[in-house]
Each structure stands twice: as C-alpha cells, then as structure tokens.
C-alpha cells in the first residue's frame, strides 16, 4: 500500500472548518484513501472513504485531488469533541489490513 | 458503538500468565482483524481471519495465537507475558477483505 504524509500536528478554533491535509503521491489506480481518527486511547473511528470523487457524509468531508495524489479531510465545524489523532490510510481494494501510520494530532481549542 | 464488542476491557496479569482476549464482530462481517497498541508504538496489525480462515499475519509473537470460531467471534490468547505485552489491544471487523473495517474500543492489557 502506498505510504502517507501527514503534518505531526495542528490546532483549530472550535467552530471553525478543521483542514487536515494528507500526502499520497504513490498511491495506485486501485487503492482509497481512508480516514479514521482515535480519540484518547478509544478504538480508532472510521470516518470517511473515497477513490477519485469527493465525498461527504454526515461527519465529514473529503476531497481528493484531481492527481490523486493528495487529499484533505475537512471537518466543517470543529468542536472540542473532535480533539483525536487523525489518521489517512491508503489501502487497496482486497488489502488484508489497515497500515496506521503516527497521524495528524488535532488539538480543537475554545 | 462500531457494533464491534471486546471483553474484557482491562486486564491486569503477572509476567509469565496466559490471557484470552475476546471480540465478536459486527453483525455479518466475515474478517477479523487484532492490533496492538502499546504508548510507544502505534497501532500495529496483529493478524487478520476470514470466515474461520487464517487470511493475513502482522508483527504477531509466536508466544501470541488466534482463532475464529463457526460462529465468528474470535480470540486471541497471549501466553508467557511479558511486561512489553502491556499495551491496547484492538479487535476490528469487516464485511470481508478490502472492506470498511470497524473497530471495537479495546482491551486494555496490563502485565505485572
């Protein structure tokens, strides 16, 4: 699976748009970007997926570069319960498991 | 809640012990997957099941083994602990491989 790059960590202001931004430039004609987030030492939480088109659900958005090979997670309006590691996965259709890598650590401040 | 159910939540033991730890997955996912996660580390892939079936192994000790029962569930027996051992240990679960895989909330593995 092709490797990610993402900043170590950023802050945001809560209620404001959250942009986390991931670096995929291997990435392969069959491989999705994932996006989960773990919040102190709970299970890590699926969040969003996605292939070449943006996509949006009800937690976030994501939205992938024409090259594909960068995308970002955006979560509109941050709140202090959105304080977790965010991780961006590449994985091929088929993969066997989920390579996390150290994430992006998003500290939502008041 | 990711459908996915661990038990138990922690687990204090001595070095030297055995522990089973149990995960059953969400309703009508085929995969099971383990992962460990210890402070100094991130979450690394243990080993993944399919219908029963070895399908994928990771950083897994020999000391560690798994299995998914007819049923599905699965568990993951820890033996001759160590006080590495120590650490999260995650069960996940998907449809089938290549899927969206969930994950439970953890047990938590404390060696003494």
């Known amino acids: 699976d092709a490797k990610t790059t993402q900043p170590t960590s950023m802050d945001c202001a809560e209620g404001r748009a959250a942009n986390l931004p991931c670096n995929h430039s291997t990435i392969s004609g069959n491989e999705y970007v994932y996006w989960y987030r773990q919040i102190h030492s709970q299970g890590p939480q699926y969040i969003i997926h996605g292939l070449k088109n943006n996509e949006t659900n009800e937690m976030a958005s994501l939205i992938i570069t024409e090259d594909r090979k960068s995308s970002t997670l955006i979560l509109p309006h941050a709140t202090l319960r959105d304080t977790a590691v965010y991780y961006c996965i590449v994985s091929s259709t088929g993969a066997n498991n989920l390579f996390f890598g150290t994430g992006t650590r998003l500290t939502v401040i008041p | 809640d990711s459908g996915v159910t661990q038990t138990p939540k922690h687990l204090i033991t001595a070095t030297g012990q055995r522990v089973t730890l149990r995960c059953s997955p969400r309703s009508g996912d085929l995969s099971v997957y383990w992962y460990q996660q210890s402070l100094d580390q991130g979450l690394q892939f243990l080993i993944q099941?399919?219908?029963?079936?070895?399908?994928a192994k990771g950083n897994i000790l020999e000391r560690f083994s798994a299995q998914q029962f007819p049923d599905l569930h699965s568990e993951l027996n820890l033996s001759s602990l160590e006080l590495g051992d120590s650490a999260l240990y995650f069960c996940?679960?998907?449809?089938?491989?290549?899927?969206?895989?969930?994950f439970g909330e953890g047990s938590w593995l404390t060696v003494v």
């Open positions: 996940a679960s998907s449809l089938t491989s290549g899927n969206t895989i969930y």
């Open positions: 099941y399919y219908n029963g079936e070895e399908r």
